[in-house]
């Protein structure tokens, strides 16, 4: 498994890759099911986190199956969460770059006025 993820991730043009992440996610997640790791932004458990990185620079153990997140997003939420009033108050969220976890997260939040910005 861990194989065939390596190479798509060298193979697939990143675009194809956000395209496609919600059948990946679907597909992938039942196989790392287990409790040695958690994330903290889908709030689910794994044996191990995937593989990620690009080229030579491919580490494991870095990518949530469930909602594909990396270590930065996941500590990213953790201080929100824990330190910030952004999923108690009532607030506008303007979001450069946003990244695809967080989208999906923050779009369905109804406390937030979430908008969004990115050059294309």
């Given at each position: 498994m861990k194989k065939i993820?390596?190479?798509?991730?060298?193979?697939l043009p990143r675009p194809?890759?956000?395209?496609?992440?919600n059948i990946f996610t679907k597909l992938i997640a039942p196989f790392y099911k287990g409790h040695n790791v958690s994330c903290p932004v889908c709030g689910k458990e794994y044996k191990t986190?995937?593989?990620y990185g690009y080229g030579k620079g491919i580490r494991d153990n870095r990518l949530c199956p469930g909602c594909l997140t990396l270590e930065r997003?996941?500590?990213?939420?953790?201080f929100l969460k824990n330190k910030t009033n952004l999923f108690t108050d009532k607030l506008k969220l303007l979001?450069?770059?946003?990244?695809?976890?967080?989208?999906k997260k923050f779009k369905k939040m109804s406390n937030i006025q979430y908008i969004t910005a990115d050059i294309e």
């Open positions: 993820f390596r190479f798509l991730l060298k193979k194809w890759l956000i395209r496609f992440s986190f995937l593989p997003h996941r500590l990213l939420w953790l979001h450069i770059a946003p990244e695809q976890p967080f989208y």
